[in-house]
């Protein structure tokens, strides 16, 4: 649902002509990862208060979870391609 949702209202700067629209991909990005991180932080602030969790150990636990799983994800990838130093890196 959520790609979706960006291919329906982000335009796509990739296809021939679309170049003159990347600082409107680029603000509209901006304005999506904004929303997306304030529903998922009064989510995580429910399912905390639902399970009797602090709201600052759950906000440092997404914190972490949240910086690291890029980084985990581009680094499988990155694996998957051959290039194991870089992976390590």
Do not use: H, K
Not at 48 to 54: E, H, Q
Not at 60 to 76: E, H, K, N, Q, R
């Amino acid at each position: 649902p959520i790609v979706l949702v960006l291919c329906i209202t982000v335009p796509d700067v990739r296809q021939p002509g679309n170049s003159r629209l990347c600082f409107l991909a680029f603000l509209l990005s901006i304005l999506w990862i904004g929303g997306f991180t304030y529903f998922m932080v009064g989510w995580a602030e429910v399912i905390g208060n639902t399970l009797g969790i602090p709201i600052v150990l759950m906000g440092l636990t997404v914190l972490a979870a949240g910086t690291s799983v890029p980084d985990l994800l581009s680094s499988i990838i990155v694996a998957r391609m051959g290039e194991g130093d870089m992976a390590v890196s």
